[in-house]
């Protein structure tokens, strides 16, 4: 269960930073993402309640939906969560959704599927391709996420280590793809050397500022706030302790001034000493 669990929040991450990307907003902060995967798990945690046979996870598919209809707005969201809604009270309505022809089907599952495959090179597209190095982390990479989870489906028992549990949890984590092939082009690109242009650290995109003359500030998104209450808790100084909270605090920033006060008043007490 946790390697599932490691598997669904690293997919998910990264469907969150290909939603953001093609739905044309900046990329979610460290307080969007961790309510994303508390959301999640939330949602695993009613799937069991409610006698679900897997959990609720970000699927890719729904990202290239967005894509293909141009539709990223949350009220398209809650009308998409009530027509759910409506299949589960109403057998007739989720037998004529249900009523598809396999065709159809086959055809929205073929667009969606090249869809996710094209944004996932899109999110490439601050990196030079053109070197042999990327070219090289791209292919490898590609080639790991691809052939070995389809060598496992082919091959389920190849991982025999003595020890049920252990094959499992390999057999789970080896046959993500996107954890194969993240991992694989997460190590050559930092093994390997090359360039920031290279490696696109060059690019800024991710950073939030705004200029006041010469004084430039971080500034959040508004997109990633909570729909309702976020004056209420912008008030309280409480909430940004929360790691779900829009107004989080930098964890680092906030060591840094703790131990800066501690430095200080030791400091100060050693000056009493020295006049003493």
Known sequence: MFAAIVCGIIESVGDYYACAMISGVPPPPVHAINRGVGIE???CLAAGFWGSGAGYTSYSNNIAAVGLTKIASRVFIYFCALIFLLCGIFAKFSAFCAALP???IGAMMATTFGMVASIGFANLRNVNVSTSRNLFILGLSLFFGIGLPDYLTKNPDAINTGSTILDQV???VLGSSMLIGGFSACVLD???RGTPEEKG???QGG?????DGEVETSVQPKCYDLPFGMDWIRKRRWTSLFPFSPPLVDSRK????????H???FNAILHELDGS
């Open 170 to 172: 390999l057999t789970v």
């Open 41 to 43: 798990g939330l949602g």
């Open 190 to 192: 930092n093994i390997i």
């Open 263 to 265: 430095i200080h008043e």
């Open 201 to 203: 650290m060059h690019f």
């Open 254 to 261: 906030l060591l840094f001034a703790i131990v800066h006060r």
């Open 207 to 211: 950073r939030w500022t705004r200029t």
């Open 102 to 104: 396999q065709p159809i």
